[in-house]
Each structure stands twice: as structure tokens, then as C-alpha cells.
């Protein structure tokens, strides 16, 4: 059977996209971008210097590489920046300047219709590529909350999709409300439907299930369940549910027996970045698990993260999945 990032490729080669990779002062996104253009998954536009890229040895033969310090483009790129941000204060000479920043200048390549997506975050922390995101490409039309998710692959495992889970919000929203906590939760059962393609079932996580511990934590995820089976009535959707009711059958079975998801979950919504984000890492880590993202969901074009900590293979991975975020856009 295929694995998930081989259907990635797969659907994203059926129909090609461009794809603009910032950080060309970056080893991994040079092997990456080289790889990429070779396996035929995306265009590619490299933002760096075309001088020290090439110094590097990569065969990038068929990428476009622009110099966001010396590119013709700067001039026309920062008057539109400047006449999207001028309502927030924005200054005319800021947003010039803010063409010296990778993250800034790429985002207005995909923002004037340049590329279909973006992905940076290799050398960036994520807030450098959020900033952009949100105030350049911003939420979709009807989306109030941007959030992300993992696609995480465990190998050898039983739980979820025989190991295929969705990990949701371990990159933005610091400490969602109740209501955003509904809304991470909804568009991540429809990332699923969307990008896994198979039905979700989505565990809302708390450290308590079904009332077994009263506090205001626990009462934040049960009031989120409640709104977002109110939202989207046709998704499974259920909680609050500890993992190991939500992954494991037979604990599913004894601690929530009603339960339309403990023990077969395959998407987890944590409470907080603090669990979302350090839960992901451990099971990445330790499960050696593979783990894509953070994917964004929720804005206006395809714009994903990376983790610092990713390989060459790791950004080609989530190259594919913006690829195909910019075929269903
Ligand atoms: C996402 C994040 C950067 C936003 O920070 P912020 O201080 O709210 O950002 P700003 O106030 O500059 O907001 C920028 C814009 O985005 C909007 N915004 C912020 N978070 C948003 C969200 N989750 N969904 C939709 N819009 C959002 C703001 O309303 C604002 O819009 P406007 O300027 O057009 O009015 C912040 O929540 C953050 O740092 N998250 C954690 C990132 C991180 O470090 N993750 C851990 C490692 S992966
Ligand atoms: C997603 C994430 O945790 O990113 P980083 O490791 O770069 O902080």
C-alpha cells in the first residue's frame, strides 16, 4: 500500500504547482528543492543569491531562483504591501524594508498571484512565518481561527489509520477559548476528509474522560466538544477524552463505553500549544514517528511551517501536501 507522502507526490504531480521555498541560505532547502524538481512534485522559486546557491553543488536545473536584495520586483511588491497594511499603521519605508525579509518577500510572491504556495520555517522560528501569513495572506473567507496541524505517520502502529493520525493545533493558537478550540477542531476533521481522504474521527484531549476530574481546564474542553458537535453535526466528534481512551479500544470501552471515538481516534485535538506542541515532538522522537507540518489551515493560499528540527525529506514532504492544498484551493 502506498504510504501518505507517496499519494502526496502522487496528486501532487498530477497537476503541477509553483511553490516558493525562502530560505535558500539553507542546506536542507537546497536538497529539497533539488529533489523536489527532480521527482517532478512542484516549480520551485528559491528566494537567495544566486551566487552563493550555486556554490553549494545542487542540481537545480529548472528552478527559479529570485535575489530578494537586488530583485526588480522589490519596488512593486512593497507599494503593495504597504497599501495592505497602510489601515494597521504600516509605514511606506517599512514596507520597503521588509523586502530584505525572506519570509516577507515570498509571501508577496504568493499574495500578486506569483506562486500557488509557501513553505518556510527550516531556519525561521514560526512566528517569523506567521506574522506574514496572517497579516499578508490572512484567513480565509468565512474562517475566523488559523490553526494547524501534524500529519503524523507511526510506524508499526495499530491506532488510528494502522498508524496515521492528525495532530492539531501544535504551531499557532497559544491558548485557544473554548469557541477557537471548536473551530481548530472542525477544520482539522475536514483537513482529514481532505488531505488523508479517509473519515475522521476526532478526539477533543483532555486530562480527564467524561467527567472523571471537574475543573476549569477539563470544563474548557467539554464546553469546545459541545460547539463543535454543534457546528458540524455530520463529523465524529467527541471528547473530553484522555489519550489513552481515545487511541486504545479497550480503554475507549471502559472509561467512555457511549463514546462514538475512544479507541479508534485518528485525529487528536489537544488543549493548549503546550500539549499540542509537545505531544507531536514525543511521538515524533520517541515513536519515531514521521511528522509533516505544521501544516496551516484556515488562510487564504497555501503558506506551511517547518520545524527547525526537519530534514530535506521532511521539507519535500510538506512541499507535496501545499502542493495539493493549492490544487483544492
Ligand atoms: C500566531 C502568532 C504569531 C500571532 O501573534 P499575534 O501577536 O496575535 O500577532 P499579531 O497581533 O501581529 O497579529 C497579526 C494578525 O493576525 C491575526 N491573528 C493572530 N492570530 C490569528 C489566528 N490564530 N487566526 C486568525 N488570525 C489571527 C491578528 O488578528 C492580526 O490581524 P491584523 O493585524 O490584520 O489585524 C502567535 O499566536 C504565536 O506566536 N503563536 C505561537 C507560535 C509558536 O511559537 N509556535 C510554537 C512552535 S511551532
Ligand atoms: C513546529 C515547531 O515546533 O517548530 P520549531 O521546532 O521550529 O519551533
Given at each position: 500500500m502506498a504510504t501518505f507522502l507517496e499519494t502526496m507526490i502522487e496528486k501532487a504531480r498530477s497537476d503541477k504547482k509553483t511553490i516558493v521555498l525562502p530560505e535558500g541560505n539553507d542546506d536542507r532547502v537546497l536538497e529539497a528543492a533539488a529533489k523536489i524538481v527532480e521527482q517532478g512534485i512542484a516549480d520551485i522559486i528559491l528566494i537567495g543569491n544566486p551566487n552563493e546557491i550555486a556554490s553549494k553543488g545542487f542540481s537545480l536545473e529548472g528552478v527559479e531562483i529570485v535575489d530578494n536584495t537586488t530583485s526588480p520586483l522589490r519596488g512593486e511588491l512593497a507599494d503593495k504591501l504597504f497599501e495592505l497594511r497602510r489601515a494597521k499603521g504600516m509605514t511606506e519605508e517599512e514596507a520597503a524594508s521588509l523586502m530584505d525579509d525572506v519570509m516577507y518577500f515570498g509571501t508577496m510572491l504568493l499574495k500578486t498571484g506569483r506562486a500557488d504556495g509557501l513553505v518556510g520555517g527550516a531556519c525561521h522560528a514560526t512566528k517569523d512565518m506567521l506574522h506574514p501569513a496572517l497579516r499578508i495572506i490572512k484567513p480565509a473567507p468565512g474562517t475566523k481561527t488559523v490553526s494547524s496541524f501534524f500529519v503524523m505517520e507511526v510506524p508499526d502502529c495499530a491506532y488510528g489509520d494502522a498508524g496515521t493520525f492528525m495532530f492539531s493545533d501544535c504551531a499557532v493558537c497559544i491558548q485557544p477559548s473554548a469557541e477557537e478550540l471548536s473551530e481548530i477542531a472542525v477544520a482539522t476533521a475536514k483537513s482529514y476528509e481532505r488531505i488523508v481522504g479517509s473519515e475522521p474521527r476526532v478526539a477533543m484531549l483532555s486530562h480527564a474522560t467524561k467527567g472523571s476530574v471537574k475543573d476549569a481546564d477539563a470544563d474548557k474542553v467539554v464546553e469546545a466538544v459541545r460547539l463543535a458537535q454543534e457546528k458540524a453535526p455530520g463529523y465524529a466528534i467527541d471528547g473530553e477524552l484522555q489519550a489513552d481512551a481515545a487511541l486504545v479500544p479497550s480503554v475507549g470501552k471502559s472509561k467512555?463505553?457511549?463514546?462514538?471515538?475512544a479507541g479508534t481516534a485518528n485525529v487528536l485535538v489537544f488543549p493548549d500549544l503546550d500539549a499540542a506542541n509537545i505531544g507531536y515532538k514525543l511521538v515524533q522522537r520517541l515513536a519515531k514517528a514521521e511528522a509533516y507540518g505544521p501544516i496551516l489551515q484556515g488562510l487564504g493560499a497555501p503558506m506551511n511551517d517547518l520545524s527547525r528540527g526537519c530534514s530535506a525529506d521532511d521539507i519535500v514532504g510538506v512541499t507535496a501536501i501545499t502542493a495539493v492544498q493549492a490544487q483544492q484551493a
Open positions: 467512555a463505553p457511549d463514546s462514538s471515538v
